[in-house]
């Protein structure tokens, strides 16, 4: 690369990465107040995950911090545990350690089958959630962790609104929603409702409820003693943070590989994401995950490498030592507003538009999974719509499983049952499985072999080059079971001798008989035929 090139990429980064941190610092504030980690944290868990993770992460420029998803976790959690700071950072610091230990699996590969309705109805959950916690604060009270909750204490504060807080609120909203294009691709929306929401309320000295307390100081280390009781009472709660934070930073990074047209190793990313949270957990920040939005604002701005998530964190430092006393007059009803605009922005619009033409299968997992996230558990609902999908995969697959028989007609054979009446049932049949043979199609299949009278030799054809799984073993025995029982001798055709080792070691062959597994069909018709001439001339015919 030559020095205008390098020197391109380097300003590519800074302008990727100042518009990133001006993305992040409103996000930050407002994720750190919803968790009830505070602002602070909010603000520190951004610098420090993004500084560590841009560091030591892969080279493509992904921006990190708390996201949507994240902060629902980790709200549902710090209720859940009556807001006990130092549980939350043993929590966090187990979950980090997860990470750090699924980086060395292939489980980092494995988000990339994720199917896309399960993704798209947990991300309208997440957004759909974000909104519902927000409506409170948006008319000047508390906000909760719970829809059901955010919903009912919502309608009973309706007869008793705030107005400074809500007309305040109401002002950000417009300004965030309906901020002209030109405007917002130089500034963003949530900046400039931030700065004049906070300002109004400054001037006018309205009566709302504000951020207060956020400091520059750097957060100190917070090293406590570990009871091996407690960290296998809370592994549940940091097994759902590891997995939240995972999968959303792998799901960046795909989104990051399409847009710089680049690859990046899954596992030096969440190895980064884990390190960087580790950190986030011993200073009592909040904890992250490689963030979409940013990430996309930094990639859209002329960002090409990690160089931009070391500024960002660097910008953040700067506005955070110089406007530290203006964060703090941040009022909840603006924050709200701009959460409130996030969780829109969450809401997959684009699978909306077309929702209508889409699958039912896909509508079925989308649907279980967003009802699931509202108003259950995030990763009970990414589990459930993972399942679901795959059970609908098998069904789709299974159906299309089906046994084609055909008779063989040799000349030898047919003059031979000519002449004697009964030997008309004597008939050659094949039988090729078409379709995958699975746990999904093999019980479908096996009530094929029920009925196959007059029928004395079945040739099955399993044209598939891939191994049986334990299903479809289980199976064949059982079709060979339900062969010999109507005196049916059986001759399997096979692709390979990789199949037929397998079927060796599970006994299948020797089931079948020696010598009666083929990988020709044409050699298991002729091995038929010659049985079948024999069995006449030794009846004297």
């Known amino acids: 690369m030559d020095i205008s090139s390098r020197l391109k990429a380097i300003s590519g980064d800074i302008l990727g990465g100042l518009n990133a941190a001006v993305v992040t610092l409103p996000q930050a504030l407002a994720f750190g107040v919803a968790t009830g980690f505070g602002a602070s944290a909010g603000i520190w868990g951004a610098i420090i995950l993004s500084f560590i993770a841009g560091i030591t992460g892969p080279k493509t420029p992904l921006i990190s911090g708390a996201t949507g998803p994240v902060a629902i976790v980790l709200a549902s959690i710090m209720i859940a545990i009556g807001y006990d700071i130092n549980t939350a950072i043993t929590i966090i610091l187990m979950a980090a350690i997860l990470q750090l230990a699924a980086s060395l699996t292939n489980l980092p590969d494995m988000v990339k089958y994720v199917p896309y309705p399960v993704i798209s109805g947990f991300m309208n959950g997440v957004g759909f959630v974000i909104i519902l916690m927000q409506l409170n604060p948006l008319i000047g009270y508390k906000a909760y962790s719970s829809s059901v909750l955010s919903i009912n204490s919502f309608i009973a504060n309706l007869h008793a609104i705030q107005p400074e807080s809500f007309i305040l609120g109401l002002m950000t909203l417009i300004i965030v929603f309906f901020t002209p294009k030109s405007i917002n691709k130089v500034i963003p929306s949530q900046i400039i409702g931030l700065v004049v929401g906070t300002l109004i309320s400054i001037k006018l000295n309205l009566p709302v409820d504000r951020i207060c307390n956020v400091t520059f100081s750097f957060p100190t280390l917070m090293f406590k003693s570990v009871d091996i009781s407690q960290m296998v009472k809370f592994l549940p709660m940091s097994l759902t943070i590891a997995i939240v934070l995972s999968s959303e930073s792998m799901l960046t990074g795909l989104v990051s590989d399409a847009l710089t047209k680049t690859r990046h190793n899954p596992k030096v990313l969440l190895a980064s994401q884990g390190l960087g949270n580790l950190f986030c957990a011993i200073t009592g920040s909040l904890p992250g995950t490689a963030a979409t939005m940013r990430s996309v604002a930094a990639i859209n701005a002329g960002a090409t490498t990690k160089f931009a998530a070391i500024v ?3 910008i953040l430092l700067i506005l955070l030592s110089k406007l530290s006393g203006f964060v703090g007059q941040i009022p909840f009803t603006v924050l709200a507003a701009i959460l409130i605009k996030i969780g829109y922005d969450i809401i997959d619009t684009k699978l909306l538009k077309v929702i209508k033409f889409a699958p039912k299968d896909d509508l079925y997992v989308l649907f279980t999974v967003f009802f699931l996230t509202v108003f259950y558990n995030l990763i009970f609902a990414v589990g459930a719509g993972i399942t679901l999908a795959a059970l609908l995969y098998a069904k789709r697959v299974a159906d299309k499983a089906k ?18 009446e009964r030997d008309f049932r004597h008939k050659i049949r094949i039988a090729h499985i078409d379709g995958q043979f699975f746990f999904g199609s093999a019980t479908q299949l096996i009530s094929k072999f029920d009925e196959m009278l007059g029928t004395k030799f079945l040739i099955l054809n399993y044209d598939s080059e891939d191994l049986l799984d334990i299903s479809a073993i289980f199976a064949l025995e059982d079709i060979i079971f339900r062969l010999k029982s109507q005196h049916i001798k059986l001759l399997l055709v096979i692709k390979n001798n990789t199949i037929f080792n397998q079927l060796q070691k599970h006994n299948i062959t020797s089931q079948i ?5 083929f990988f020709s069909e044409i050699q ?17 015919i």
């Open 403 to 420: 046994i084609i028989h055909k008779t063989v007609y040799d000349s030898d054979i047919a003059n031979l049952e000519k002449e004697v």
């Open 312 to 314: 960002t964190p660097a």
């Open 524 to 540: 298991a018709i002729d091995y038929a035929k010659n049985l079948l001439k024999k069995k006449f001339k030794n009846s004297g």
């Open 513 to 517: 008989g020696e010598g009666k597994v």
